[in-house]
């Protein structure tokens, strides 16, 4: 990229802006504010304040952005500087918006506007606009003015969130831009309230969440410190102001999370909140307890805010202190009597265990108090900060006719001027809908210790400012949280009050109920209250003699009292004495430790004078090597010198100095000298450079400018010469144009006289190729039906080859399972033959067993009828040989078929083979690929059976055939003659 200065860019965007290409300017411009060489001017900020002109004309938010952390960067050292291109960039914004409103709601320049009194419904305006979209809206049922919000305000609607959003992130968490941002910010939840735009609000406080949540990790310099006081407090501003405007947009949810932030920067910083934001904190967080129906935390709400007054009455105005105290009195009062506040909400209904545990604890934590008070608690406290003083005239019979006064006929007449009050002032008309319910509720308290039954006409007649249906509501809510014991009998009409401490039960009649620890203590103490009041009014004297009796206990008190103190006093000499010797060994402690102190400050003070002594002679050596290496860097720097005087730089540079200020010098100065002198040098060349390529262009636009009247002239000249030419040509193309058209006359009349010769051609053609093409459709009708039923034919011909083809092969299958089924016989019958021989043969060396000298043993006797004895030990082929090759298992391995009796070789060749292991349970070795064990019969290679020969010709007749036998391992493995 080719990095311009400011003037130029700000002279080539002006003329590209004048031609109309707004997006080369801005480019031009965007090269200048990247250009970090240039320092920061006047024409600097000509160059943003122009860039984000062209980007507000193109509704390009993002290239503005990108400006402005360019031109940030540039501004470094003037801070003013870039806050001023900020609010150059809202100011643009906020004006372009309501140019807008004003186009689309077809207002002049002098009207107002207040877009808080229309409702301005255009979406999401940070979701993207689809072609679906725009058709849905174009054929919706919306209105004419929806229609044109949507084309003509979204867009600068979204153009002044993204504004914001861009100026708040680069004004975030810098010290020097602290000022700017909470103004910023302060603005922002304006414009959120001005236009109603509740999501970007939210959007907003999330943003807001997380620029605090990156101050509070410092990971670079300038990073806000959020201890120091003034970030502190303008912090919290801040989250009240988005409390604020949370809660005029409805979020209350918003509203509560600004009112933990606030909780939470307050609880981990070391510095306090001034009076006047201590008191903001506390009316705006009574506004939302009051919204979420916690009535309770509303009270206590108004409560620390009486008593921060009255901690700082000087702060406030006496109208202040005046609706805080009425404010106090009411959320008190207000209350709900009930246990469980059913009619308010119902706190059964959480499905979560625990929730509302969880969210007593957060609201707790925000008002600074521990435990949840109840009503009575409340009430106590506001008599303690004596709220009766402060109150409005109007409001001080209120307390006394809803706690004390006991008049349930005329309950309503009094309370019905207070509510008229309530109505007519603006901060106390919220309250009216909770006292109903709290003087209904009194009311009916007062009326079941009088009646018994009460007709419900006279009930209605007594609650005159509710209906019936919300009398039934507030009652049964009332039985549901115990608070009242009320049977409604619609029949009747009627209302009956039931004894709290009796139930009923059947036909048996009322029976005393099992009463609770607190209910009993409370019925007998009120029972000894109302028999002492009794007692003192019957028999005054007795009341005189239990008071002296009291006065007589007080006296005994006070004298045990005196004496206590009398014995403590005489005590009171030895205490002294013991602390006075405990003082003395404390500071005879403390000299001990002085003293201590002052020897180990002694030979701290001696090693440091050996340390100083020590360090003067490392001082001294290091002295001398520093002249010995000063001597070699004045030789090194002679020779650097030297080295740099063979070009014209240094000679430049160097020769003009003297020997002291060449001692004077170290290598890396010498080196530094002569870098600098070469940029200088470099930057000569480049600014000659930069002079005749500037010489260059003068020139070249000097040349342009006497072109250009030349060329104009020239383009008159062939101007002229082409209208001359085009207005001849149009004479000689009309001239042509008439001849062409009196020749096309003439033929026609010409033509005119075999124009009936013609029609008559045209009907014997036509009907010639008419009887061509039904001959052609004839012919191929005929050829279809032919080739159809060649079709058919061969079909019939493939699905006779195909079943002639399917018994041959099962022919052929049948006459090879018969061809094996004969071989499997015949190999049976020569097996069976082959084993008689070789049985006959064992017959015939069995006899020779008789004629073995010397004792035997039963084992050996055994092994001896089985196998047969040997005759002689060294002939290889007797008899006890080939019974063990014909009978033992290695033998039966070898041929992969153990023995079976003749007679059941049928069944045993049927069955499958599962193994290779002998009948004694052992398995013959397995076989590689090239040294497989024979398991099939022995026959030839031709398939014939092998005749019988001797063993003593074996391996002859096998060699000679071509194929050697080899045992290995006990089995016969066969190895064909590879050569």
Known sequence: MVYLKPEVALRSARDLQETGKTKLAIEKLRSALTNRRAPWSTATEEVANLHLDLCLQLKEGNFAKDGLHQYRALTYNEPQAFEKAVQYFLDGSKARLEKAWRESRNLSEED?????????????????????????????????????????????????????????????????????????????????????????????????????????????????????????????????????????????????????????IIKASTQKPTTKILATYYHRLAKIYWKSQDYIFHAVAWQKLFALILSQPHEFKPEEIRIAASSVLLSTLAVPIARKDTSVKDVDTYPIPGAQAGRIRRLCGLINISTLPNRDELISEMKLMNVMLYVNSELKDLYSVLETEFSPLEMSKKVAPLFKFLGEREHFEKYISAFHYVVIMRLLKQLSQVYTTLRTEKLVKLIPFCSQSEIEKHIINAVKDQALYVRLCHKTKSITFLNPTLKTNGDVGPQLKNLTAEQRTGHLACIARRLRAVSAMVNPAYANAEGNLRLTIATKDIVTRINHEQRRLRQRPKQNEARTEKLERERDEVDQEALEKQRQEEEAEKERIKHEKERAKQKLVETEQKTVASEKDRVLVEERINLYLAKDVGKALFEHLTKSEIAKLKVEDVDKMMVEAMKKEQEKKSAAIRSKETRLDNMERAKREIEIPLLETKFKQEFEKRVKYTQEKHVKDVETGKKRHARALKLREKLRNIVQQKERFVEKLMERRKEEHVQAEKLFKEKRAVYVEYEKQQKELARRKRMEEEERKK?????????????????????????????????????????????????????????????????????????????????????????????????????????????????????????????????????????????????????????????????????????
């Not at 725009?134 to 229609?147: C, E, F, I, K, N």
């Not at 867009?155 to 909470?182: G, I």
């Not at 002939?875 to 006890?880: E, F, I, P």
């Open 112 to 264: 107002e506007i207040d877009p808080s009194t229309q409702q301005v419904d255009v979406g999401d305006i940070e979701e993207v606009e689809t072609p679906e979209s725009v058709l849905l809206a174009a054929v919706s049922a919306a209105g004419s003015q929806d229609r044109s919000d949507r084309v003509m305000l979204a867009p600068w609607l979204r153009y002044r969130w993204s504004a914001f959003k861009t100026a708040l992130d680069l004004l975030k968490n810098q010290e020097k831009f602290e000022k700017a941002y909470h103004r910023v910010a302060a603005e922002a939840c304006n414009f959120y309230i001005k236009y109603g735009r509740r999501m970007e609000y939210r959007r907003f406080c999330s943003n807001m969440r997380t620029h605090t949540m990156q101050a509070r990790v410092k990971s670079y310099r300038n990073t806000i410190d959020l201890e120091a006081e003034g970030t502190f407090l303008a912090q919290i501003n801040t989250r009240l102001t988005m409390v604020r405007a949370a809660y005029k947009l409805d979020l209350w949810q918003e509203s509560f999370h600004g009112m933990e932030e606030i909780n939470n």
């Open 811 to 979: 022919k052929i299958e049948e006459r090879e399972e018969e061809k094996q089924k004969k071989d499997e016989a015949i190999r049976l019958k020569k097996e069976e033959q082959q084993q008689k021989r070789m049985d006959r043969g064992a017959e015939r060396e069995s006899p020779r067993s008789k004629y073995s000298a010397g004792p035997q043993s039963e084992s050996e006797s055994k092994a001896k009828s089985t196998y047969g004895t040997p005759t002689s030990r060294g002939d290889g082929d007797s008899a006890w040989r080939r019974s063990e090759r014909k009978d033992s298992p290695r033998a039966s391995s070898s041929r992969g078929t153990k023995y079976v009796p003749p007679g059941l070789r049928k069944d045993e060749e049927s069955k499958p083979r599962r193994s290779n292991s002998d009948q004694n349970g052992r398995t013959a070795a397995p076989s590689s690929r090239l040294n497989r064990t024979h398991t099939a019969p022995v026959t030839s290679r031709e398939g014939q059976p092998r005749k019988y020969v001797p063993p003593g010709q074996r391996q002859r007749q096998q060699q000679d055939d071509g194929f050697t036998q080899v045992r290995s391992r006990g089995s016969y493995q066969n190895r064909g003659d590879r050569s």
